[in-house]
């Protein structure tokens, strides 16, 4: 029935109202170029009245300019939108379409066949719930319908139809689909869908699409838009576990102080006890405030704003959770990772990685296999290329509140950043299985990080009789700014400065350290972060000693920075920012570091094809260009000075 | 029903909400375009929802060719008025010194000057990082493949070809200096989604939606208002009232009305189902080839 037949019978207050409390379903399609994917879909929403007369008349001219079914409409160029594809004749990325029956809306994901695939397969399943896999009758089960039923178990599809299509070019024979469904059902059972189903279909002729066909009366199950409209998904929803990533605080005064985000999972109630990971904080739910008023509770999907009873230190990137139903809390995760891009993942690899709202540096550890997603096999692996997808270990910068992606989509669910060019290069899904060695290495790993705090109770001088007899503060001076603004220079004249005061002081020179601590360091992203890792520790030491540490490095990234701040500890830690425009700096350019970059000599030199992000709250920024070398270490000495690092 | 299901409104509501808080807390200066139109409407609604009891994080911009319909800057200063929004009005001063205007340098050209160029202009001078449109991914062929996190380049280019991949609700809001992502709340919505959702929240939308009789003249089978006395009138051509509606609504020489009696938002709907053409129609700035708007966003427009 066509909505226009809908809202003939029903009237429009009692069609809209129906509509609006429609069920939504996101699905995905697959299948090669010449399956009749878009057929399918075309079909799909000519049948189910979503197609307008304009929209029909344009396929219909389309039909003759680029359409392959001869006279007959060709439904697939109903779909295709962008010019390019138009003229090769295939779909390139993700495209999304909307139709809705009477009982359902549905956002159907489409996803083309050609070598881009794993890519866009894994992007377009990622929100589904449901997947239809084409399988041409005249060609039978091949090697792509077994790697497309793979990714759909793997991005954790639960709802699998195969359609096998043409039909109709077999003389609608039972036989062949029969021979189809026995092969599919045979690799289906080693995949995680657990609800799987198969209709014989003929797009093209509209076959056991919305009608149900007479060339197949031996068929005697659904048709493909009666099983769209009725499979039951209301159980996919993980109702259990709850799982509330802050993604936003609200603070509209100071009365008022909520934590805005998606329950991704489980309910929250008011009244509920709920602990902050990772502080560990506990509080009650004071109120689920919403717009539209406050709520006794809520479920995932929704977003909402939770107020807590007492005064938690909660901000983005923490998750609330019921206290006996936590997530995991770890450094070092496992997963399968989907690669989408040129570059390739290499073990030792340093990217951004996001999940839930929290966003932190991870160092690939581990390539343990690549995925052959043709044989399934496994294959040992050096890398991963474009499309390949293997199983890595990450290790975090922060900790990651997470749980397996089999149990949850959200929490389990990663993507993977390039540090340089912002590209998101992978996708991640989180496995809870643990190798035996694994589970091993997290507990030393737990002792060095428990290390940390043995240390400074086993000395018995604390560092506040330190600081007493040194006559100052043990801090680090971060200083930082692109190549040649000033910093060794500044850094080396301070520490003369204090050295004449009668300061215990040293400098830690980014290009003097390159020397030997980290000798065996390059300038990938990987090994800068190292690089300023080792810098931040060396400095933390030398603090621990009592002396003042003066770094200098032009550490680019506002994340790495961050890093060696919480590495030396916020109260001892003074971030200098030397500032001065590029140009001036290439016009500084003693060693020829920038000409050798701009004549493509070097990479990977920041500011000329690497990017430095400046300090958005340093406490203190020098502008090199307009002051002196001695009026910027004057401007420093002030700083220490006026925070009592330093006698006045 | 299940009590712990939502209906598709609701689950696209709080997928919305989930974008725009996601925007708010990543980026450094976001702002919300607003056209006024009911795409907007709708989003603006769930900003307000996104982050209440507070007020909206981020300035609204509304992009002015000046051939605006009147009554849409009226009704667009109460709102702001209303709901204590702050907004930014950004025209193409060049254009205007120029006279810039749809009839005598053709519909590309204005359009291209006074909303392409006026709005990379003002995201230029504010220098936003991210920028929210009101599009759907349902309007238009192109758009079916559009991500709701849409990188442009420092040109405001966008390139169909390198598109970031998208997957669950995690969004790559990093960009470098002066590179801006635009960000589509509503790319799943539908035309109908967003009328019902208009109606069953009592969300106030122009007049100019719902069927009045006002001044029209009939060009190429196009029925366009005469909003006031800059469109000249060809020989012969007399204004007649009509009773008339705009499926959507832009610079008022450049868009198509229809003739309707719906008055209300359900007869809005009643007729819009039983309507067999498709919503951008109306709209001249589309009439050339099906690939224009993707030619369009690669320079820069929405």
Known sequence: MTRADEVARLGIDKFLETYREKELLRLLTCGSVDDGKSTLIGRLLHDTGQVFEDQLEAAKRDTKRFGTTGEELDFALLLDGLEAEREQGITIDVAHYYYATERRKFIIADTPGHEQYTRNMATGASNCALAIILVDARRGVLEQTRRHSFIVSLLGIRHVVFAVNKMDLVDFDQKVFDDIRSECSDFAAKLQATDVHFIPISALRGDNVAERSESMPWYGGSTLLDLLETVHIASDRNLIDLRFPVQYVIRPDLNFRGFGGTVESGIIRRGDEVVAIPSGKKSRVKSIVTFDGELEEAFAPMSVTVALEDEIDVSRGDMLVHPANASKLDNSIEAMVVWMSDARLEVGGSYLIKQTTVQTPATVTELSYRMDVNTLRREDAKDLGLNEIGRISLETMRPLAFDAYAKNRHTGAFILIDRLTNATLGAGMIVDRRSAEATLEGRTARARDAGRHIRSQLSKVSIEDRSKRLGHQPVTIWLTGLPRSGKSSIAFALEKALFDLGHGVHVLDGENLRGGINRDLGFSGADRFENQRRCAEVARLCNDVGLISIAALVSPLSADRAEARRIVGEARFVEVFCSAPLDVCESRDGHGLYARARAGEITNVTGVDAPYEAPASAELVLDTVKHSLDESVEAILVHLRDNGIIPA | ?302
Not at chain 2, 196 to 220: F, G, M, Q, T
Not at chain 2, 252 to 268: H, M, Q, W
Request: glycine share 4%; with cysteine.
């Open chain 2, 1 to 302: 029903m299940n009590q712990y299901v939502l209906n598709h409104l609701k689950e696209l509501e709080h997928e919305s909400i989930h974008i725009i808080r996601e925007v708010a807390a990543e980026f450094e200066k976001p702002v919300m375009l607003f056209s006024i139109g009911k795409d907007s409407m709708c989003m603006l609604r769930l900003a307000q929802k996104a982050f209440h009891p507070g007020k909206i994080p981020f300035p609204l911009m509304h992009v002015n060719t000046t051939f605006k319909f009147r009554e849409m800057i009226e009704f667009r200063d109460q709102l702001c008025k209303d709901i204590g929004a702050d907004l930014i009005e950004w025209i193409n001063k060049k254009g205007v010194e120029d006279n810039i205007n749809p009839f005598d340098h053709g519909t590309q050209r204005y359009t291209h000057i006074m909303k392409t160029e006026a709005l990379k202009q003002a995201l230029d001078h504010y220098r936003f990082d991210a920028a929210f449109g009101g599009a759907r991914r349902d309007e238009e062929k192109s758009r079916s493949k559009e991500r709701v996190f849409s990188f442009r380049d420092k040109f405001h280019a966008w390139d169909p070809k390198n598109q970031r991949p998208e997957l669950w609700n995690l969004y790559n809001s990093r960009v470098h200096k002066d590179e801006s992502i635009r960000v589509f709340p509503l790319s799943n919505w539908t035309e109908l989604d967003v009328w019902l959702y208009i109606h069953y929240e009592n969300i106030p939308v122009i007049p100019l939606y719902y069927a009045k009789e006002r001044p029209v003249v009939e060009r190429n089978g196009t029925l366009i208002m005469v909003d006031d006395d800059r469109i000249p009138l060809e020989p012969g051509e007399e204004p007649e009232m009509k009773k008339i509606r705009f499926r959507t609504l832009g610079c008022y020489p450049l868009t198509g009305a229809v003739e309707s009696d719906a008055a209300s938002i359900p007869e809005i709907l009643e007729e819009m189902m039983l309507c067999k053409s498709s919503e951008r129609q109306g709209r001249v700035i589309d009439y050339d080839e099906a690939g224009s708007m993707e030619e369009k966003k690669r320079e820069g427009y929405f």
